[in-house]
């Protein structure tokens, strides 16, 4: 009765989680990664498409992206969907053939709010947990108040509920120090 509270619990934090890494691979930290291109839509035959499924990235070097486009016609627009996202502050450069992505080091004062973007999006993230413990604490109450389980059992999975949710803030944590770790890195 108590196992499928706990499966749903466990499945919504590991999806607050990855939501979380999701989230934290687009945010830029001076080193190349496909990731930053992910939210990034090109204007192509008529509709709003991803860029990964319009072309091929690679990164070359530490700090290069390489945008290879299918469809040579397709450099223009996606340059212009590269520079509408300005939250990136990347130049695209191209040789008629490839799209070149220098990523710039960042100053030590955009490292400074880019942690603080981070630090606010694993706050959400462990927001989002507590809330995800909320609701089976809840379903745990609601069980033994209708006396579907005993009292000692439901402080148990209270018990239970909590190593949990602390299972899962201390992922958050080490996602966070990483992070953390590779915006300040020089």
Known sequence: MIEPIFQEMDKKMNKAVEALRGELASIRTGRASPALLDSIKVN??????PLQQVAGISTPELRLLLIQPWDKTLIPE???AILR???????????GKVIRLPI?????????DL????KKLTEDAKVAIRNVRREANE??????????ISED??????EQTQKVTDKHIGEIEEILKKKEKEIMEV
């Open 153 to 158: 059992e439901s402080k148990k999975a209270h």
């Open 115 to 118: 942690v603080k973007v981070v």
């Open 78 to 80: 996606i340059e212009k």
């Open 139 to 148: 379903a745990i109450k609601k069980l033994e108040h209708e006396k579907k």
């Open 85 to 95: 996202n300005s939250e990136l502050g990347l130049t695209p450069t191209n040789d």
């Open 104 to 112: 710039p080091s960042l100053t030590e004062e955009r490292r400074k």
């Open 44 to 49: 192509c035959y008529g509709s709003s498409v």
